[in-house]
Each structure stands twice: as C-alpha cells, then as structure tokens.
C-alpha cells in the first residue's frame, strides 16, 4: 500500500501486513495534528518503505521518549514512533490511499477525548 503527505514531497510504501490500526485521543495527537482524534497504523519499521527524495521530511521530538515525523513543506504530519514501541514506525490511516489490510480495532487513550465529536462505533476502549 502506498501513501504520502499532502503535497506529495514525502511518500511511503507499506508492505503488508501492518500490525494494528487504531483511533487514539491522546492529548499530543491532538495538538500535533490539530484534530480530535488520530487514526493510527502501526506496521514494522523495516516493512516501511519512506521516499524523501527532496528532504522534506522532519522529526519533531514531542517527548522525552518519542517523535514525530512531518513534512515541512506541507506540514502533513505523517509519522509517530517511540521506544515505547520498539521496531515499530506509526502511520497517519489518512494518508494510506485506499484500503488496508485492516480496519481500526479499538480506541486508545478515550479518557482525553474531545467532547464536541461524537463517534457511534461499538469498537472496545470508549468505556476507558
Ligand atoms: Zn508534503
Ligand atoms: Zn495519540
């Protein structure tokens, strides 16, 4: 599957399968992407396939254990990864055309949600 930033200067290539999808409301996705709420795809890092060709892409340390990877051309921001989650490189579901081998499964961090959203899914996790 394929994917890249808005304007196109950083695309990726993810070989199946990934290893998780999932909505999270964390407070820092929230900021860092100026949205409610944040569909993740976490695939291994080395079945990532990044293309930067014109060296746009960024890293943003956004806390003691984890960045952000952006395109500062056209400010997409596209990637997440920590030692948390060691192996792991976590994608932006909006920027992946088309379909993934799999659909979001749960929600993550639902005690910081905004409440002016409201989502009518019965995935696990909203009771949190
Ligand atoms: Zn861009
Ligand atoms: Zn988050």
């Known amino acids: ?12 290539k ?3 399968p990934t290893l998780w999808c999932s909505h999270c409301h964390c407070n820092m996705c ?6 409610g709420v944040v569909t993740w795809v976490g695939c291994n890092d080395d079945s990532v ?3 930067d060709g014109k060296s746009k892409l ?12 952006f395109c500062s051309n056209c400010g997409s921001p596209l990637f997440f990864r920590s ?3 060691p192996g792991e490189l976590h994608i932006a579901r909006a920027l992946v055309s088309g379909e993934l081998d799999r659909e979001p499964s749960n929600h993550s ?9 409201s989502l009518a899914d019965q995935l696990p996790g ?3």
């Open 14 to 16: 993810i070989n199946i």
């Open 126 to 128: 909203k009771n949190a």
């Open 83 to 85: 030692s948390r989650w």
């Open 30 to 35: 929230q900021r860092s992407h100026g949205a």
């Open 49 to 51: 396939e990044i293309d």
């Open 58 to 69: 960024r890293w943003f340390k956004s806390s003691s254990e984890a960045e952000r990877g």
């Open 109 to 117: 961090f639902y005690d910081t949600h905004v409440d002016w959203m």
């Open 1 to 12: 599957m394929n994917g890249g930033c808005f304007c196109g200067a950083v695309t990726f």
